[in-house]
T-cell receptor, first 112, second 114 residues
Framework: QQQVKQSPQSLIVQKGGISIINCAYENTAFDYFPWYQQFPGKGPALLIAIRPDVSEKKEGRFTISFNKSAKQFSLHIMDSQPGDSATYFCAAPWGQGGKLIFGQGTELSVKP | DTAVSQTPKYLVTQMGNDKSIKCEQNLGHDTMYWYKQDSKKFLKIMFSYNNKELIINETVPNRFSPKSPDKAHLNLHINSLELGDSAVYFC?????????????FGPGTRLTVT
């Protein structure tokens, strides 16, 4: 079974700062590792994903760093904005059928 | 326009009752999922169907029974509801294969069992 550990559980960042969320997984997988963003009262939405053979992927202010040997990956949000305040989930693929194992979630609050 | 829709959005019921949640997607995906999100926001997969065939069946009480009448619809029926079933249930859909990680979630159904 795949285990995913996400930290921190909650994060408070000032507007314009960098938000960093970390995830560690246990078992090697060969599909994409995604990050999802969830606003209160809404369903999670795919934010960004990275292939396991790539060390970094950047989309706008969001960057995933992937360390395959350490089995860790992280999300960096540059120039964090109050609109980024949400819960962020990392996920690792496992087995067949599109199965994703989610981390515990990080509640990000960006203060103006 | 809604990609993945669920009904109802809220469900309040008493212990022992039976209830159903319905999900529909208009994205043309071939795979649909049910997730449970508990009070601590932990998100866990319950079931997955691909073209009406059950492909993921996690360790879930058999009081929960999914049904997929076609690849655009996935329902969840829960018998003999218990207090611990209170959670938000999300339906999601995706294409199977390399893009299976790209899942589109519905707005959720908040189930409260009293």
């Amino acid at each position: 079974q795949q285990q995913v550990k996400q930290s921190p559980q909650s994060l408070i960042v000032q507007k314009g700062g960098i938000s960093i969320i970390n995830c560690a997984y246990e078992n090697t997988a060969f599909d994409y590792f995604p990050w999802y963003q969830q606003f209160p009262g809404k369903g999670p939405a795919l934010l960004i994903a990275i292939r396991p053979d790539v060390s970094e992927k950047k989309e706008g202010r969001f960057t995933i760093s992937f360390n395959k040997s350490a089995k860790q990956f992280s999300l960096h949000i540059m120039d964090s904005q109050p609109g980024d305040s949400a819960t962020y989930f990392c996920a690792a693929p496992w087995g067949q059928g599109g199965k994703l194992i989610f981390g515990q979630g990080t509640e990000l609050s960006v203060k103006p | 326009d809604t990609a993945v829709s669920q009904t109802p959005k809220y469900l309040v019921t008493q212990m022992g009752n039976d209830k159903s949640i319905k999900c529909e997607q208009n994205l043309g995906h071939d795979t649909m999922y049910w997730y449970k999100q508990d009070s601590k926001k932990f998100l866990k997969i319950m079931f997955s169907y691909n073209n009406k065939e059950l492909i993921i069946n996690e360790t879930v009480p058999n009081r929960f029974s999914p049904k997929s009448p076609d690849k655009a619809h996935l329902n969840l029926h829960i018998n003999s509801l218990e207090l611990g079933d209170s959670a938000v249930y999300f339906c999601a859909s995706s294409h199977l294969g390399r893009r299976g990680y790209e899942q589109y979630f519905g707005p959720g159904t908040r189930l409260t069992v009293t």
